[in-house]
C-alpha cells in the first residue's frame, strides 16, 4: 500500500516511530515504523509511506516499510 499525506502526529518511542498520516484521497492512518537508521521527521512533514495493512484490535494500520518525505 502507498500513502501520501501530512503527519498530524508523530511520537517515537525506542526503535518505533508511531505516525499518524492525513491524506488527500484516504481518511487519517496510523502507522508504525521500524527504521534500521535514524530518521528526521516531524509532524507537518509531507510524507509518502509505502507498507502493509494489518488489523490490530479491529482497527487498521499500517507497517511502514519506508517513510520518504516529499
Excluded: S, W
Amino acid at each position: 500500500m502507498r500513502i501520501a499525506g501530512i503527519i498530524t502526529r508523530l511520537h517515537q518511542a525506542e526503535k518505533a516511530y508511531f505516525l499518524q498520516v492525513e491524506g488527500q484521497e484516504t481518511t487519517t492512518m496510523d502507522i508504525i515504523f521500524f527504521p534500521n537508521e535514524d530518521i528526521f521527521i516531524e509532524e507537518g512533514d509531507y510524507v509518502e509511506v509505502i507498507g502493509d495493512v494489518e488489523e490490530y484490535q479491529g482497527k487498521k494500520e499500517v507497517i511502514a516499510t519506508r517513510v520518504t518525505i516529499k
